[in-house]
């Protein structure tokens, strides 16, 4: 259901609308995110964050699962801003949460990160781990996700488990790009 905001805007000269601040914000919708643009029947336009992961869809959760089977541990894909996929024992309630600011600065530098403290993965205090590793998904030069193999006891993350990630995310960085 839609909510009003209060907000109103005028469309320009070159049929463009400014979304306030505020509104960017709240939603984290960054410079050069892209938008989807829907029209319901009764002719209301609807912009929803894009998600390029997202259209992975059943594809990223198998993938998760597979890589659940193969570790032993929890295995998880996010999209820029919550976890679109996941796999492992007491996750399941992790599925659309936000992500940490962990795991969107682990995206932000474009490199695989090995977790041996407690991390969380989501914004949620339920989502935190002994040991993780995380891996950005990059697309196109642009970092739009992350594999992330985690566990809930005090085992570290060895060499292979790094590599999965690594090899997970570079896969579905492929599948986005083909």
């Not at 090995?114 to 998904?137: C, R």
Request: charged share 25%.
């Amino acid at each position: 259901m839609a909510k009003a905001t209060g907000i109103v805007r005028r469309i320009d000269d070159l049929g463009r609308v400014v979304i306030p601040k505020e509104l960017r914000r709240t939603l984290k919708i960054r410079n050069g995110d892209p938008l989807e643009i829907y029209v319901d029947r009764a002719g209301q336009i609807m912009l929803k964050k894009y998600s390029p992961i997202n259209e992975l869809g059943q594809f990223a959760q198998e993938y998760a699962e597979s890589l659940n089977e193969a570790l032993g541990h929890m295995a998880i894909i996010t999209d820029k801003d919550s976890v679109v996929a996941l796999a492992g024992k007491n996750v399941k309630d992790m599925l659309n949460q936000n992500i940490s600011t962990v795991v969107e600065e682990v995206m932000e530098n474009r490199k695989a990160q090995t977790f041996t403290t407690p991390v969380l993965i989501t914004e949620d205090d339920k989502s935190s781990f002994e040991s993780a590793v995380i891996a950005p998904i990059i697309s196109e030069g642009v970092s739009i996700g992350a594999v992330v193999i985690a566990s809930r006891e005090k085992v570290p993350m060895s060499n292979m488990e790094a590599k999965l990630a690594e090899t997970a995310a570079g896969f579905l960085a492929r599948q986005m790009e083909q």
